[in-house]
């Protein structure tokens, strides 16, 4: 099988030929094997995270799992009724930090409350601009200039597909909505309980615009491999009552529609998701979910999820992304991947990866023992 064949297979929850290998690397790691600067990425996109990731991908010899590559591809777009700029209002040799405004007709300039700040080794942070001392309007700043430009919708994704070709399978971010970060934009648990009836109409609205999105992607000439939902730390800003309230019943359309149109969907939400799992188990129409991480930062012991949820769903996961991957030995890494194809290889359904994203510094011989062991004792 080729790396795509193979990833469909298990995200189906079928047997292939042996157990994929996907490491999550989503971000640090391609980045920091560009040998650039992060904010030449994420800024600049030069080059753009997928391909770096891809690279990334071919560099290891992994089955690749490129989970998303744009969050505002095939939206709607209305002509906004304000010109929006984005500028630099500080830079030195480790950050890049970037801000918002518009133009009012009296001509002066209404600044957003965040910034987004750029590392020379890190992805960026969006945050609060008072939270680093920058809630005062900015006295200077300067353009941002050479942005190397991205094709937009099904031209993009026609793009990276090529690009990625058999190496691994491309999907596109579809969320349904959820309660965020009380520090961050959007709404969060206190604003729930203090707000619930325009909370709940908010989510009502988010609803029917995320599933306007995905009948455009899935109408479109190019489809993508898979459909990514959920979201990152779903039971960490929510409960599970609330997740049932606001979250679920788009998340069981999401997996619906998908079904019936023949294109799999996989959850992703790190932190505790067990209480997820069988949700999304018994009362959607999912096909894959991740990363299942484990005790203290998840939840879920993989043979117990294997035992009560894998013949409905497929699972992909569990390292621990520092006991393990960062900090632990080689012969840690073998002895984690070999019980975790244990625990969850029998029949197929399974993709070996990690409980989340690999740190930056996570030594290159551990990604390699990875693929290793699927490779070997992961044969079917």
Request: aromatic residues 10%.
């Amino acid at each position: 099988m080729t790396s795509k064949e193979r990833m469909l297979t298990a995200m189906c929850n079928r047997e292939p030929d042996m157990v994929p290998v996907a490491p999550d690397i989503s971000n640090m790691i391609p980045c920091k094997l560009t040998g650039k600067p992060f904010w030449d990425i994420y800024l600049y996109q030069n080059p753009p995270l997928w391909q770096a990731y891809i690279d990334a991908v071919r560099y290891f010899g992994f089955d690749g799992w490129l989970c998303d590559i744009g969050g505002d591809l095939y939206f709607e777009h209305a002509e906004p009724d304000r010109k929006i700029e984005t500028v630099i209002v500080f830079r030195n040799e480790e950050r890049i930090i970037t801000r918002q405004y518009f133009e009012k007709e009296s001509g002066k300039k209404e600044w957003s409350d965040f910034i987004t700040v750029y590392y020379r080794s890190d992805p960026p942070t969006y945050m609060k601009a008072s939270k680093i001392g920058m809630d005062a309007s900015p006295e200077k700043w300067e353009p941002v200039e050479g942005v190397k430009s991205q094709k937009k919708d099904a031209e993009l994704l026609a793009e990276v597909k090529e690009y990625m070709g058999e190496d691994g399978v491309v999907g596109i971010g579809c969320y349904p909505p959820a309660l965020s970060n009380p520090e961050g934009p959007g709404y969060s648990i206190y604003d729930y309980y203090d707000r619930y009836r325009e909370v709940k109409e908010w989510s009502e609205r988010a609803e029917q615009e995320i599933l306007k999105r995905l009948k455009r992607i899935l109408e479109a000439p190019v489809r993508p491999d898979f459909i990514l939902t959920g979201g990152s730390g779903l039971l960490v800003f929510n409960t599970p009552k609330i997740l049932r309230d606001i979250t679920l019943p788009a998340l069981q359309k999401i997996t619906k529609i998908c079904r019936d149109a023949g294109v799999p969907t996989q959850v992703h939400c790190c932190g505790p998701e067990k209480a997820l799992v069988e949700m999304c188990a018994n009362e959607t129409d999912l096909d894959s979910i991740n990363p299942l991480e484990t005790p203290p930062m998840g939840d879920c012991e993989l043979k117990e999820i294997k035992k009560l949820f894998g013949k409905r769903l497929s699972l992909m996961g569990n390292l621990h992304t520092t006991k393990i991957m960062l900090k632990g030995s080689v012969r840690d890494v073998e002895m984690a991947c070999k019980k975790a194809i244990d625990d969850a290889g029998e029949g197929g359904g399974f993709i070996l990866s990690t409980g989340d994203q690999c740190g930056r510094d996570t030594p290159e011989e551990n990604i390699f023992k990875m693929i290793e062991v699927a490779r070997t004792y992961g044969r079917y």
